[in-house]
């Protein structure tokens, strides 16, 4: 059965954003919000929790995983970034975009597209997954939370706790996040190119 955290969605309690870094750290999967929808994330390195992922998701390896970053030195850690992808990726974080770059040799290899060797990296404008971020302080490997053969993601906590009561270890809720996911851009050939748009704007890739 999963843990529920109440969680303030402007002011997050420390001692249950605590508990939860805690749980993460000990190998737990949990669902979390985010700035666009709700995720499943765990710690990088969690074999057994990226395999649960996959499950619950019926996902193949092709699927680009993302890897949730604090900030953006986090972020450079994990993916190569020139001059100007690194001006345009900073103008526009945090916010609602995942960015498709060339990952580093920090990156697990089951966790990078098998051939492009790319890897999603996000940094949310978002009060509690900035302060789980802060207290875990490395990223979280998540996957939005949509299911098989649903059309938009679920955005209510309970109902989350309902659904997957006994496939995660944890269910963060702070409210309704909407069903809008990430505006995608690829910048793995060096130039923007839009590969899904969504909740962030993109006039400014166009």
Request: glycine share 8%.
């Amino acid at each position: 059965m999963a843990r529920y955290y109440d969680v303030h969605p402007e002011n997050p309690q420390a001692r249950l954003i605590s508990a939860i870094a805690d749980g993460i750290r000990d190998s737990a999967l949990v669902a979390y919000p985010t700035d666009s929808c709700y995720a499943l994330g765990c710690r990088l390195g969690n074999r057994a929790g990226v395999d649960r992922i996959r499950q619950i998701r019926q996902l193949d390896d092709r699927h680009h995983f993302t890897l949730v970053c604090q900030d953006f030195s986090q972020l450079g850690k994990f993916v190569q970034i020139d001059n100007d992808v690194f001006r345009a990726i900073k103008a526009a974080t945090p916010g609602s975009y995942t960015f498709i770059l060339p990952a580093t040799r920090e990156v697990p290899r089951q966790l990078q597209h098998p051939k492009k060797k790319t890897v999603g990296v996000r940094i949310p404008d978002h009060v509690v997954t900035q302060a789980l971020l802060t207290e875990l302080g490395e990223p979280l490997l998540s996957s939005t939370l949509l299911l098989p053969g649903q059309e938009d993601p679920l955005t209510q906590g309970w109902e989350i706790k309902e659904e997957l009561d006994h496939v995660v270890d944890a269910v963060v809720d702070s409210g309704d996040c909407g069903t809008v996911p990430t505006t995608v851009i690829d910048f793995s050939g060096g130039e923007a190119e839009i590969v899904r748009r969504g909740a962030g704007d993109t006039e400014r890739f166009e």
